[in-house]
């Protein structure tokens, strides 16, 4: 027997099967540990431009040469941010309606460091995700997942002195994407970072340990290099949590250096 509620097949989705996608991402795999086997100075920090499995990776970086442009002609429309600006209560997502959202509550902490080790202060942080049910407020989301009128999944915060930086949130859920047949991305949080202007904006993902669904995901995957994937991963930290109210994961992000945190090509896509 058929459900009614059975979501209906995407027409747009590549007819692509996980199976197909598993043997590609494998292949890659086997090709990159034997070559870093042979020659270790051959190890990738960073994903690959082009990645097949990824099936949209050719879209979402230059195909041409770059040209130099004057980053003070840009500042001129860009927004600038003081301490005054952005406001403390905005990197807790779970108080900006009037009620509750749903989900796990949870706090995330971590600091951002340079490559020696040391604290990047006053670093402006923006994060979006989706929400527990894995859906976002965004007009290209319109899987059948229920929109929680409490949660909009965007925050802000800066850097302490120290580095540090926190945010209270909702733990997000798995979705559904369109790379390949029943294709789902594990739950993460999106991170921007913004140097000292907005030509040096950075873009990178949260995720959180254990995900069953990191060996299917070709963005995951698209980072060949175990260890610079598990720069990826934030840990669970029991002292993060408070009593009766939020579980807590730690994530810190260093910008450059050999372990270096992944950072995307900047496009608009939500995924």
């Excluded at 034997?34 to 979402?60: C, G, I």
């Excluded at 301490?83 to 009037?98: A, F, G, K, M, Y």
């Excluded at 739950?187 to 060996?215: C, K």
């Amino acid at each position: 027997m058929t459900s009614t509620n059975s979501p209906k097949l995407d027409p747009l989705a590549t007819a692509d099967s996980q199976e197909t996608l598993n043997s590609e991402i494998q292949d890659i795999s086997t090709t990159y540990e034997q070559r870093v086997k042979a020659d270790p100075k051959q190890e990738e920090t960073q994903p690959r431009l082009n990645y097949p499995p990824y099936r949209s990776s050719l879209l979402r970086h230059p195909t041409k040469d770059l040209h130099h442009t004057d980053p003070e002609t840009i500042e001129l429309h860009s927004p600038a941010f003081g301490h005054r600006d952005v406001h403390q209560l905005e990197s807790d997502l779970t108080i900006q309606h009037n009620g509750e959202p749903l989900g796990e509550r949870i706090v995330i902490r971590g600091r951002v460091l340079d490559g020696n080790g040391r604290p990047v202060r006053n670093q402006l942080i923006e994060v979006w995700q989706a929400n527990a049910s894995g859906r976002y407020i965004h007009k290209r989301d319109q899987h059948p997942a229920p929109i929680d009128p409490n949660f909009s999944g965007v925050g802000r915060a800066i850097t302490g002195d120290d580095g540090t930086y926190e945010f209270t949130t909702i733990k997000p859920a798995p979705y559904p994407w369109k790379n390949h047949h029943n294709a789902w991305r594990p739950a993460h949080v999106h991170f921007s970072l913004f140097g000292t202007d907005f030509t040096q904006r950075m873009i990178t993902q949260m995720y959180f340990p254990g995900d069953p669904l990191f060996a299917l995901d070709p963005i995951y995957q698209s980072i060949t290099d175990q260890k610079a994937r598990d720069r990826l991963v934030a840990t669970y930290d029991h002292s993060i949590t408070s009593h009766e109210w939020n579980t807590g994961y730690r994530w810190d992000i260093i910008l450059t250096g050999s372990q270096q945190t992944w950072m995307e090509e900047e496009d608009h896509d939500h995924s």
